[in-house]
């Protein structure tokens, strides 16, 4: 084996278990400082292994100077007791085969008082790493060239000296590397995060504000001196406030695909929601035609949810349309192929190709205060239900929001 080959071999020999012990942190950011040393000292005392009885051919031949790059590594983290007990544990093991090996004792309280230093004064780890493979390198070459003088062979100590320093500074390179990718993974897993947060923040703002929408169009209506305007009104209310509690349990729980599915009359839930957005329609002069078949027609789904769709879509259709306007919003429904389309459609201001393409994207908006997730939440309830939503739309003329669910023979599949 070459001496090319000694040094890749002594560089995977040491590298592989601290490879480990990134991966490993990268799989587990909340470990505790502690355990994260611990976790440190176990890789290094495997590589320590692992370079003692598989490196630079062999154990009596093995170079002490690569041995010392643990006590570095050791000492860059601040683990000076174990950087103590692997210096004495070299020590120990090379007076096996050599003699005068405490000459090495003098060099690692000299290491010791560097990172005292560097510790004191606050110096950067090039600092330590530097001046330690300095007193490495003129401790080694003193003690081969005065105790050892049999195995003194100025080409072979000078290339095992550069071997050293190579080794030494790619493996701390290395090092510095991973840990800087390790925290570049924890600051993008920490900003996903945070955005996931931002958009729960967001979705139970825009959601929240439907109901207590319609709660004050109804409490600005109602005379509390007519008892039966008060009778029918207050369940409206009391209603929406339920309503309301169970979007920002729902928001709590986090799990989106929660629904609480059962058998349910459409037509019933979309009557129950025009009935509930009466107030809006109403302050924005918007007449609503209402033409849908006759019939029961039953799905599985969640009411509340699949009310919170309906709600969005005709409310997203009084705000397309300009006040002042004669707005007309039409919801018609069909059968076709064992399926129930409801067909939603506004002669509001419309939209563009390219606002079609993008409005399923949370956070866009046409809307000068609007959150942009309405349509993504949208989205994201019909899609739990096995839904399809379709839009179509030309500016100046409207919008239609076509919504397919499966008849009730189909729906037994959603869970």
């Excluded at 201001?349 to 939440?377: A, H, Q, Y």
Aim: charged share 20%; net charge positive.
């Amino acid at each position: 084996m070459n001496l090319f080959q000694l040094v890749f071999l002594d560089v995977i020999l040491l590298t592989f278990p601290i490879f480990i012990y990134l991966i490993y942190l990268s799989e587990n950011k909340n470990i505790k400082s502690k355990s994260k040393k611990m976790y440190y000292k176990l890789a290094l005392i495997t590589s320590f292994f692992l370079l003692y009885n598989y490196g630079w051919n062999s154990p009596k031949n093995i170079s002490l100077l690569v041995l010392n790059i643990i006590v570095i590594l050791l000492y860059l983290e601040d683990c000076y007791i174990s950087s103590n007990i692997i210096s004495l544990s070299i020590v120990v093991l090379y007076s096996t085969y050599f003699s005068h090996t405490w000459i090495f004792f003098i060099s690692y309280i000299l290491i010791a008082i560097v990172y005292i230093v560097k510790k004191t004064f606050k110096l950067n780890n090039i600092f330590l790493l530097e001046t330690t493979i300095l007193i490495n390198c003129v401790f080694y070459t003193y003690w081969i060239y005065r105790y050892n003088y049999t195995y003194f062979d100025l080409r072979k100590i000078i290339l095992v000296i550069i071997s050293y320093v190579f080794i030494a500074n790619i493996i701390y390179q290395i090092y510095e590397t991973g840990k800087s990718i390790l925290e570049t993974h924890f600051k993008f897993k920490e900003l996903q995060q945070e955005k996931q947060i931002r958009l729960s923040l967001f979705k139970i703002t825009h959601e929240i504000k439907n109901p207590i929408a319609v709660c004050k169009g109804y409490l600005d209506m109602m005379n509390i001196n007519d008892a039966k305007q008060v009778s029918r009104y207050v369940p409206i209310i009391k209603s929406e406030i339920e309503r309301l509690l169970s979007l920002l349990q729902d928001f709590l729980l986090i799990n989106k695909s929660n629904l609480d599915v059962d058998i349910m009359d459409i037509n019933m839930l979309i009557e129950d929601s025009i009935y509930k957005l009466k107030p809006i329609l109403n302050e924005n002069n918007i007449k609503l035609s209402l033409n849908i078949l006759d019939d029961e027609i039953f799905i599985k789904g969640d009411y509340n949810r699949l009310s919170q769709v309906l709600i969005n879509i005709i409310k997203n259709s009084v705000e397309a349309i300009p006040k002042g306007n004669c707005g007309n919003i039409v919801i018609s429904s069909k059968v076709k192929n064992n399926k129930y389309f409801l067909t939603i459609e506004d002669n509001g201001i419309g939209m563009t190709k390219d606002i079609l393409k993008k409005m399923k994207e949370p956070f866009f908006t046409t809307k000068l205060r609007g959150s942009g997730l309405g349509v993504s939440l949208i989205y994201e309830i019909l899609e739990a239900h096995h839904t399809k939503i379709e839009y179509q739309s030309e500016p100046g003329i409207g919008t239609k929001a076509i919504l397919q669910f499966p008849l009730l023979d189909e729906a037994d599949n959603i869970n």
